[in-house]
């Protein structure tokens, strides 16, 4: 049972990227002209058909390192492994990667602690460790401890993306994630993360500005916003919402990771989050099959998530 909930996240996940990487940096007046309405290659990254980018790649190095329990310092070697090609990029090389990221990684690779390597400040808030998070969230299945819960995400995020904003936003994907996995409709789950959340904050000395970015999330039902009050920019906040927004307004997965990508600009990592959510949420059978025998490496993913799951 969970073996199929892991390989339907990340299938999801890196189904979701696929289909946007072609499109990255489209606007949203060209895709409602040109939309995806299905797999296609080249574009944007010159890439065939089929292929993930650093979205899927960093998401499978957190999944491979959490098969062998979970190690901070593993998890940030893994990444450098892939930023040298060595491990799961989807043709052995990388052709696509966020600058905090990199900055990141340079850190990692001279031997920094991993959970200072991201940036810190306010321009550093790049959707790069939310695209990478959820398999974080098979790890954290069976912790019942919110405050745990919050230390892990923050330490996981912070190994390329450091900021309250980026840590918070990583938070929130994980505590609707784990009300989805609980098998709940997903409006039940979205109002249980915002009582959880809620709960959460109570006491807590965290900016109120900071945690005011996030009211349309957490205070206001973000499915009933207009698609032109929701962004789709590599901010890390503009991310969340929209993924949330795509899956919320949905009904089937398809319909969720062309939404996605079909809003434009970050296509692969609005792809991506979205499709995480929905790949988990709808199950694996629900995904096109068509798109999962396009997908490359796919033999790869299935024995990750076995090894994951076997873990976990």
């Known amino acids: 049972m969970m073996k199929n909930k892991i390989e339907s996240a990340l299938f999801g996940l890196a189904i979701g990227d696929a289909l946007g990487v072609p499109v990255e940096f489209e606007s949203r ?44 310092n593993d998890i940030a070697r893994n990444f450098v492994k892939w930023y040298s090609g060595n491990l799961w990029t989807p043709h052995g090389r990388v052709f696509d990667i966020g600058i905090a990221t990199q900055h990141a990684v340079l850190n990692i690779a001279k031997g920094h602690q991993p959970d200072l390597c991201g940036g810190f400040s306010e321009s550093d808030n790049g959707n790069g460790s939310l695209m990478r998070i959820l398999p974080l969230l098979f790890y954290l ?65 965290f900016n109120p500005r900071e945690i005011g970015l996030f009211d349309k999330i957490l205070k206001n039902d973000i499915s009933k916003y207009e698609e032109t009050d929701i962004q789709s920019s590599g901010y890390v906040l503009h991310s969340l919402e929209a993924s949330f927004w795509c899956f919320l307004n949905s009904d089937s997965y398809e319909e969720t990771v062309l939404k996605a990508v079909n809003l434009g600009e970050d296509t692969d990592t609005t792809g991506a989050i979205a499709g995480g959510l929905a790949g988990m949420y709808y199950g694996i059978d629900a995904i096109p099959k068509k798109w999962i025998d396009k997908l490359v490496r796919t033999n790869d993913i299935k024995d990750l998530a076995e090894r994951l799951s076997n873990r976990i």
């Open 141 to 205: 299945q069976n912790e019942k401890d919110i405050e745990v819960i919050y230390q892990k995400v923050k330490e996981v995020s912070s190994i390329t993306h450091a900021h309250f904003r980026s840590v918070f936003a990583c938070f929130i994907y994980m505590v609707y994630c784990l009300e989805i996995l609980k098998d709940k409709d997903k409006f039940e789950a979205y109002k249980n993360m915002q009582f959880v959340l809620s709960e959460f904050l109570q006491g807590k000395s």
């Open 29 to 72: 007046t060209y895709l409602k002209q040109n939309p995806v309405t299905d797999m296609f290659g080249f574009g944007t990254h010159h890439q065939p058909a089929g292929t993930w980018s650093d979205d899927s790649s960093l998401a499978f190095c957190l999944a491979e390192s959490l098969c062998s329990g979970y190690d901070l």
